[in-house]
């Protein structure tokens, strides 16, 4: 509560001056109580706090607030800054948002011009963040993962999350990184981070396995997110509109899509959650005879999700069964 504690210091000199008796000194001390507590309640009410004994952590967007969560475990208090429901792409943030990417003790962004008010507002703060695909390259660079076989980040495509092994990688930069900000709990640090990457590598195993002997290798998407996760499994994705969600598609574009659906024998068109119905029904109408399914990209969980008890690897497995069911795969 860094705001009534300037309030205090600044207010007592004027309010109790040397010559002040004991009981002016008392009377000052409880209105300087009392409007540090108003000024606390009116910016930040005490929900807005994390709880006593943990680490106030803010995280851009769901996936890397499920990283911290795993990683940090009851240490850490996540607040994520995308609603849940939410749109992360080019995140707009409240002035309380900014308060929070302030006061946290660290933030974690993903870069790359995915969200540039999120990236802005972490530059300015004093306290460390963690840049994912800053940490992602350095490791590439560093040839410290094997994870990335070939796999170079592709330019302009923020989505590394979709891919199970490059998530492992967003895990352990996670790990290192509150390992050095909060060194006394380390080893717990250490231990939830190898934990869920072992989660993730036994996702990707599912993966490997799921899609490995398929009729089809080719998936259709309106929101071209899933491009690292096709490299990786041996995919090939043509998108309908863009890395950006909520483009309308150009007609052009549907035209092409028709072309690839015929040619190819394509039975399933995927859109994200956050495309809207309008989309979809286009794209179902102008590619006729395809279903349209929900490919999730993750990016927020949706409240039924929430509700639900789903998360990063529970909606990675109904993805998987979905490619599977579009692209004809054999057990
Ligand atoms: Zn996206």
Known sequence: ??????????????????????????????VLVAAGGSVAAACRPPSDAPPAG????????????????????????????????????????????????????????LGGGFQPAVDAAARRRRGPTLVVLDALD?????????????????????????????????VRAVGERLARVDPGYAARYRSGSAAYVRRLAALDARFRSGLARCERRTIVTSHDAFGYLAHRYGLEQRSVVGLVPDQEP???????????????????????????????????????????????????????QVRAGADYVSVMLDNLRRLRRALDCRP
Request: hydrophobic share 45%.
């Open 138 to 170: 350095a490791r590439a660079g560093r040839g410290a993962s094997e994870a990335h076989g070939s796999g170079r980040l592709r330019a302009g495509d923020p989505h590394v999350w979709l891919d199970p092994v490059l998530m492992q990688d967003v």
């Open 54 to 109: 943990r680490l106030a952590v803010v995280a851009a967007f769901y996936p890397l607030a499920e990283a911290v969560r795993q990683v940090g475990g009851g240490r850490v208090a996540v607040r994520d800054l995308t609603p849940v429901g939410g749109e992360p792409h080019d995140l707009e943030l409240t002035p309380r948002d900014v308060d929070r990417i302030e006061d946290a003790t660290l933030v974690v962004v």
């Open 250 to 304: 150009d007609p052009k574009t549907l035209g092409e899509l028709a072309d690839l659906v015929r040619r190819e024998g394509i039975t399933t068109v995927f859109t994200g959650r956050s495309v809207s119905s309008r989309v979809a029904e286009t794209i179902a109408r102008e590619a006729g005879g395809v279903r349209v399914e929900v490919l999730d990209p993750l990016e927020a969980l949706t409240g039924e």
């Open 1 to 30: 509560m860094r705001a009534p504690a300037t309030v205090a210091v600044t207010a007592t000199p004027r309010a109790a001056p040397p010559a002040a008796t004991g009981a002016a000194r008392l009377v000052a001390l409880v």
